[in-house]
């Protein structure tokens, strides 16, 4: 089925990747301050991995050459976002004042994880139907 208007999806998954390394940069930012901090150096580095993984990947899925190729993709997209809220909220408990630039991160994260986590039923619904549809030619 055609998109109704393929342009708009096309800008709103071009302003996703812009989220995403914007994400990613944005950790770093934020890991130069924290990783000086008792106990939040090893946090720092698996929360730039995660963030980091979370933008190449997502490169790497919407350039999926097969709708399995970008499921997988989108899987450790769904999982690396995951992480990085989990390392997000270990650190919004750790600090012992509010920082505003982890608590924009963490809800930014927890938007993404939302996203992708839909876009992955999303997916998988769709490749069900394919295979179904296989199964009955």
Known sequence: MPLAHPGAMREWIDRLEERTAQFAADVISLC???RHIP???N??????ESSNS?????????RGRSDREFASKQQIVTEEIAESVGWL???DK???????????????????????AKGKKTMRGRLEKEQRQRRRE
């Open 89 to 91: 909220e270990l650190i």
């Open 32 to 34: 130069k301050r924290l």
């Open 39 to 41: 106990g939040l150096e």
């Open 43 to 48: 946090a720092s580095k698996q929360l730039i």
């Open 94 to 116: 750790v600090l012992a004042e509010p920082d505003a630039t982890a608590r924009d991160l963490l809800r930014e994260a927890r938007e993404l994880r939302a996203i992708f």
């Open 54 to 62: 979370v933008a190449s990947n997502h490169l790497a899925m919407r």
